[in-house]
């Protein structure tokens, strides 16, 4: 894939008939006014019809009922598909496999599989449980063997960190696709040609699932970089100028961080990129803003338009 600098945002006609598609990752809410936010968001980034919203886990199940609470609150809200995470850690195969049971008689016919931090966090080494399966590929193919499900897992285009090597790296995705994962979507980058290198060389393995750029809106420069330190995510350098200061001006902070994005997601887009997932971290007003900037929105928006 050839890769070409950032380019200006430009009209959705200028590039091809094809309308991009997105998807959004949500977490369990905490408190009743976390959950009615929640609510408010699912209802807002709905009106994108986006592919699907996917819903996280807590290690070892410690948010399964909040998680199941929130997969019935999209599948009751809006008419868009729900998918439920789901990892190894903490968790013993029958408890997977009571979980995969549980989406089952929701009607979750979609399943991101991870292998899931540590427990502690990043610094803490990860220990499989006992009982349980030892990393994500394994997790697939458990999954696999109970369902016809749709599966997707993560990759990483600047390599996990606790991966060997980009070897190491490769080989892994290419066990989670061959033990039956559909789809895998990226950790956060900013750094396009970092994925573009990524694609290419899993394309070279013979890997042929799609491969979806994961974008992360910035609400707090700080916390993305001090959390890309730990996930080995390259912070480019325009990036670091272009919110300089602005750590006391959260309005202006977002207008930037709204066309960063857009900017980043456009030009993946002039390359032919055409889903896009976004962690909204349960806030709509970016990823709604930056959905807008790159022509999409409600169909009846977009007809007006036209």
């Known amino acids: 894939m050839t890769m070409h600098p950032t380019t200006p945002i430009r009209p959705l006609e200028e590039f091809d008939s094809n309308r991009i598609e997105v998807s959004f990752e949500l977490f ?55 998918a439920g995470h789901l990892t190894c850690v903490g968790a013993s195969r029958a408890d997977t496999a009571a979980m995969v049971e549980r989406y089952r008689s929701m009607g979750i016919k979609h399943i991101v599989a ?32 109970l369902g016809d499900f749709e599966i997707s897992v993560a990759a990483y285009p600047e390599k996990h960190p ?41 394309r070279a393995r013979g890997i042929d699932v799609p491969i979806v750029p994961g974008i992360v809106p910035i609400t707090n420069f700080e916390r993305v970089c001090a959390f890309a330190r730990k996930c080995g995510a390259t ?15 959260p309005e202006t902070m977002k207008l930037v961080a709204a066309a960063v994005a857009a900017e980043q997601v456009a030009a993946l887009r002039d390359q032919g990129v055409r889903h896009f997932h976004f962690y909204t971290l349960n806030r709509a007003d970016l990823a709604y803003a930056i959905c807008r900037l790159l022509g999409v929105g409600p169909k009846s928006v977009v007809r007006q338009a036209a």
Request: hydrophobic share 35%.
């Open 28 to 82: 369990p809410a905490k408190t009743p006014g976390a959950g009615k936010t929640l609510e408010e968001t699912v209802r807002r980034l709905a009106s994108l019809e986006p592919r699907f919203f996917s819903v996280t886990y807590g290690a070892g199940g410690s948010t399964q009922t909040e998680t199941s609470s929130t997969l019935d609150m999209i599948r009751n809200e809006v008419a868009v598909p729900a």
């Open 114 to 145: 991870l292998r899931g931090d540590p427990s502690g966090g990043l610094d803490n080494a990860y220990c499989p449980h006992p009982e349980g399966y030892a990393n994500a590929a394994a997790l697939v193919a458990g999954i696999r063997s």
């Open 162 to 202: 606790e991966s060997s090597s980009v070897e190491a790296d490769l080989a892994m995705l290419g066990a989670k696709v061959e033990n039956g994962a559909t789809r895998a979507i990226t950790q956060f980058f900013f750094d396009n040609a970092a994925y573009y290198r990524y694609v290419d060389r899993v």
């Open 235 to 249: 912070i480019p350098r325009t990036l670091v100028d272009r919110f300089a200061g602005l750590e006391g001006d």
